[in-house]
């Protein structure tokens, strides 16, 4: 009998997807697997599989024994269970019925220039600091917490104390620290709902605060949820997006020629990266079949949309970063009734990035070799810790 393989498998090279994670993609779409946790899991790596099952309403977030189910780390937030079991659809349908609203397309199209005005001023400064710069620090943090803190209406002076606590929430390791990150969180939500009360703005806590039969801890509860979701993630995806093209000259000369392909390479930036196993975690709510393997319910699934995303039978050539290529179906926000509700201001995020920094600093290139770079660990959203860059 061999052994069944643990969670995280080893990256031989950065951003690109794990030997082990490959291997068990060639033999099929699911594999018994241990989390990191040791748990038992289910590990799904095809993308048509991945995707049905980001749709299947027999997998959710929630556990009817919260105590007792397969963990994937220690996180508070997303190590475990979430959410009630009775209730799971309920509460989600009303959560994304509360946020919608802001993130409708209309919205949308009138944040493009402020989010390209502030990425102009991030880069201005840029141009005067002096050489070799860190691009994380200069660009990759600051657009995405100052564009969440203007859309949120959350005082941009406060970023380092939350930052540090959406980190601490986010921690997979340290379940104690997750939860006081989880707990710092919410009282700092409840302080800016009581204040956007009294004194409200143009922004999105003041105008859920606004909406009828909502109360104070809902909406403190949703806003940090976006907080929490809508920068991290964002920081990770421009810093891995920069250096992707900044180890491929081919590509960043490409994109150069050619800015019409600055939608498509930011699809593929997205794409690209490759994991470490594991993806979006589901619980079966029912008993059900993937690929003829029978799942209980109560099992943990994870749905490896980063494994998903490197199915040849999807992507041909998978671990080519190619900026021409049609990616845009890829599964990195995810599918189905979850899929992530900030992907169009991420995507306009990441087109005022890389149209305004190609076109400003043709000759950017990194300033370390790329094996000098480190990567954050035991954090969802993962990411480089530095980028330093010449031009
Ligand atoms: C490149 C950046 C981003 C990536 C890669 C990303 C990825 C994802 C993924 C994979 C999901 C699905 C989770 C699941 O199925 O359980 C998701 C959901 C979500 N994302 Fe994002 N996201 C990004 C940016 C953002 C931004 C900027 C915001 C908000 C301003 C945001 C807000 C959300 C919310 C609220 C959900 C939950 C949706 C639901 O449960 O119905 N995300 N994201």
Redesign the pocket.
Known sequence: MTAVAQLPFEQEQPLRIAPALRALQVLGPIHRIRTATGDPAWLVTSYEEVRQL?ADPRLG?SHPDPGGAARTGASALFGGPLGNYQTEDAD?AR??SL?QPHFTPRLMRTLRPRVEALTTGLLDELAGTDRPADLCERLAVPLPVVV?CELLGVPYADRDRFRAWTRDAADVCDRERSEQGLADLFSYGLQLVARKREEPGDDIISRLSATPGTNDSEIAALSM??LF??HE??VA?IGTGALLLLTDSDQWQALRRDPHLIPSAVEEM?RAPGGTGGG?PRYARADLTVSGVTVRAGDLVLLD?SAANHDPAAFPNPDRFDITRPAASHL???HG???????P??RIELQAVFSQLISRFPSMRLAVPPRELTFQTGVLAGGLTRLPVNW
């Open positions: 980001l977030r989600h959560m994304r946020l969440i949820a976006l979701a809508g993630t964002t995806a997205l979006i949309n990195a926000f995810g009734s979850r899929y992530c509700l900030g992907a201001l991420a």
